[in-house]
């Protein structure tokens, strides 16, 4: 039975999510499968991999063939790198705990780097919404002064208006008290 590690897909339309499987060559996509070793989501940034190392490892050292996509997600998890380093010890190069030292370090670099990624889009998300926050901002200082200006210009019309009634009113009056002295 030639078998192989593969994606079945899963989840919404255009909203893919995978589980990585071990099935036989001949069995149709989503179908029937031997075991699923994890999962995969490519829809977070980076994507998002749950995997069974030790039965993905047990898996790639029995034979199993990996299709591209799942052979990439294999290598940045580092089942292949682990491989390698079984391969090493079984040839005595190294013993096992300096090959899992080895692994540990590689594994901890390749979590910093992941973790400047989401750090990196945190600070730009941040970013952007402080500068969408300061453009708001400033476009609402511009609208109320606007509208500052506005009832200024109403309320220095409304005052012209009623020092005209006033002196419209007072000359009257003026006019009708000179005769009387006279």
Known sequence: MATRIRL????RKGY????????????????KFTEKIGTFNPNTNP?????????ALYWVETGAQPTDTVR???KREGVYLMKHLRGGVKKGA?????????FDAWKENKQKGFDDIREKDAKAKKDAEKAEFEAEKKMN????????EKKAAEAA?????????TAEEAAPETEEAAPAEA
């Open 72 to 74: 990439n997600i294999l």
């Open 16 to 31: 893919a999510f995978y589980g990585i499987v071990i099935a036989d060559v001949r069995a149709p996509r989503d179908g």
């Open 94 to 102: 190294f013993d096992e705990a300096e090959a899992q030292k080895k």
């Open 157 to 165: 019309a409304k005052a012209e208006v009623e020092a005209e009634k």
């Open 141 to 148: 200082e511009s609208i109320a002064k606007k509208v500052a």
């Open 8 to 11: 079945q897909r899963g989840g």
């Open 47 to 55: 994507a998002t991999v749950d995997l069974n190392f030790d039965r």
